[in-house]
């Protein structure tokens, strides 16, 4: 069983105030694709190199298929990790460089030959077997670090960023054949990226990080639909949610002419809440909220509308008809189409409420 636990694991810097990577406690499933997901600089990278040998725990453990690895340097780790800049060897071809890692295995040629090939044909390199690297686009270079680490047939792919250097068209058709592949494989496979799209769409599971500390880990549905805090509500979803904080009053929060109720455990807790709400649960139309256009970004099938109200500090965005979007410095009203996909949050401690 391919599993891999992280048991308190934490990594602290000399000159740090705070660990980059505080007592997390994770478990990814035999044959899981797991995405590890947050901002620069909140500790996904770290976790990631944690496991595979290239930083030190220096409190907790960590194990793969149910061995302790701590303490045991990555080549006795039985992992494969794909870099974000590939690290191919520029004087191999791309047959040497993905039968590299068996050549020093001492595995034989016609072993090293089959499985090249094996790997070849799976992601579509068969044609490219005799090229330098430099002969290949990006999207190919990719794909080869990827064979790389499939001849291996490791217990864990480990992947950081591997599709930051393509551009976005291609990075759109990369994840799609990386997550289809792991699928056919059933490899258990951890997956870091700050792109939250990236990262619902390619997970069956995502783990956020914020400062070092996994704030949520669900799947990608629960993880947009219900929140546990502020922080993850903001992060997941693009254009991200809005959240406003309003007072509440005889169980409701105004929301221009219409005020929006509470759930009494909203009630209960603060004479404030967050409120917060999708930019697709929110309809442009004559009645609601009323606020002065900023921006209208048309994507095609979608267009969203930016806009500021009166006595909200942020800004709103919402889903409004493509066909036939407002313009700049128009003003329109909002209201919410689904009372029941409003979320609550506690003003102070972030934490969902209801």
């Known amino acids: 069983m391919s599993t891999v636990v992280f048991e308190g694991a934490t990594r602290r810097f000399d000159g740090q105030d705070r660990p980059a990577v505080d007592n997390v406690d994770l478990e990814v499933a035999d044959g899981e694709f797991l995405v590890l997901v947050g901002p620069s600089g909140c500790g996904k990278s770290t976790t990631l190199r944690m496991l595979a040998g290239l930083e030190d725990v220096d409190s907790g453990r960590i194990l793969i298929g149910g061995r302790d690895v701590t303490q045991l340097p990555p080549k006795d780790r039985d992992i494969a990790m794909v870099f974000q800049n590939y690290a191919l060897y520029p004087h191999m071809t791309v047959a040497e460089n993905m039968g590299f890692a068996l050549r020093i295995a001492k595995a034989t040629k016609a072993d090293i030959a089959a499985r090249v090939a094996e790997a070849a044909e799976l992601l579509g390199l068969t044609d490219f077997l005799d090229r330098k690297p430099k002969a290949l686009s990006g999207g190919q270079r990719q794909r080869v670090a990827m064979g790389r680490a499939i001849v291996r047939s490791p217990q864990v792919f480990l992947m950081d960023e591997p599709l930051s250097n393509l551009d976005a068209k291609l990075r759109v058709q990369t994840r799609t054949q990386i997550a289809a592949l792991q699928r056919r ?25 914020k400062d070092g500390v996994l704030q949520q880990v669900a799947a990608p549905r629960e993880l947009y639909d219900r929140p546990v805090n502020l922080f993850v509500a903001g992060f997941m979803g693009s254009p991200a949610m809005n959240l406003v904080e309003l007072p509440v009053r005889d169980g409701a929060v105004p929301f221009g002419t ?3 109720p509470v759930p009494r455990a909203v009630t209960d807790a603060a004479g404030s809440v967050v409120v917060g709400v999708r930019p697709e649960n929110l309809k442009v139309g004559h009645e609601g909220l009323p606020i002065v256009v900023d921006v209208v970004e048309e994507l095609g099938a979608d267009a969203y509308v930016y806009g500021r109200a009166e006595g ?3 800004p709103l965005v919402a889903r409004a008809d493509w066909r036939n979007p407002p313009f700049k410095g128009e003003r329109i009203h909002l209201s919410v189409t689904d009372p029941d996909g409003v979320h609550h949050f506690d003003p102070v401690s972030g934490v969902r409420l209801g």
């Open 258 to 260: 219409t005020p929006l």
């Open 185 to 209: 494989l059933g490899t258990t496979t951890v997956y870091v990226t700050h792109d939250q799209v990236e990262a619902m769409t390619m997970g069956d599971r995502v783990a956020v990080l």
């Open 312 to 314: 909200i500090a942020t």
